[in-house]
């Protein structure tokens, strides 16, 4: 879990699983940086640079934007993502605009999505991992999945135990309820 200030974007489970969840995201608005990379290795740094720039103040109006969990990182070969969820106050008609053009603000859909959880420094091993028992258990109940295995980092750099790590993936709900 983020630290008890840290505001944790919102979501309801719809259904509990033994090994995973699923669950209700919202729409929320997001700071977003397309990247090259093709690995976690390759975008934590730099795409958490880039987007701390803009909450640390490098946009328009030199605002501070608090910091939000989780980070998301959508990772492929292709290329990848990293956005950071804004405050629940903040929407795209009051945020400030990024000075980093690579800084994109976007909406998400509201969307349902299959969790699985995992703790400690995660790497690309483990999202691997982890990407690959979230798809078998889905497979297994018979839950269809779309798009990307997405990466969910709740904890800061800094903290060494505890950490909450989340592979997520969207699924068909309507072919589930």
Not at 24 to 36: H, K, R
Not at 37 to 57: C, D, H, M, T, V
Not at 98 to 106: S, T
């Amino acid at each position: 879990m983020a630290s008890a200030k840290t505001e944790e974007q919102k979501y309801k489970v719809v259904r509990s699983e033994k090994q995973f969840e699923i669950r209700f995201y919202p729409s929320a608005t997001l700071a977003t940086v397309y990247t090259s990379a093709k690995s976690y290795r390759e975008l934590a740094n730099p795409g958490f640079r880039k987007l701390a720039g803009y909450i640390f103040g490098d946009n328009s109006s030199e605002t501070r934007i608090s910091m939000t969990a989780p980070v998301h990182m959508e990772i492929s070969p292709s290329g990848s993502t990293m956005s950071f969820v804004m405050p629940s106050a903040y929407n795209s008609d009051n945020l400030p605009s990024p000075n980093d053009k690579e800084v994109k603000i976007e909406k998400s859909q509201d969307e349902y999505f299959a969790v699985i959880s995992f703790s400690g420094y995660a790497s690309d091993e483990d999202i691997k991992k982890y990407s690959d028992k979230l798809k078998d258990l889905l497979t297994e109940t018979g839950i269809s999945y779309y798009g990307n295995f997405r990466f969910l980092g709740y904890d800061p750099p800094f903290r060494p135990f505890f950490r909450q790590n989340e592979i997520i993936v969207a699924v068909r709900w309507d072919n589930i309820r």
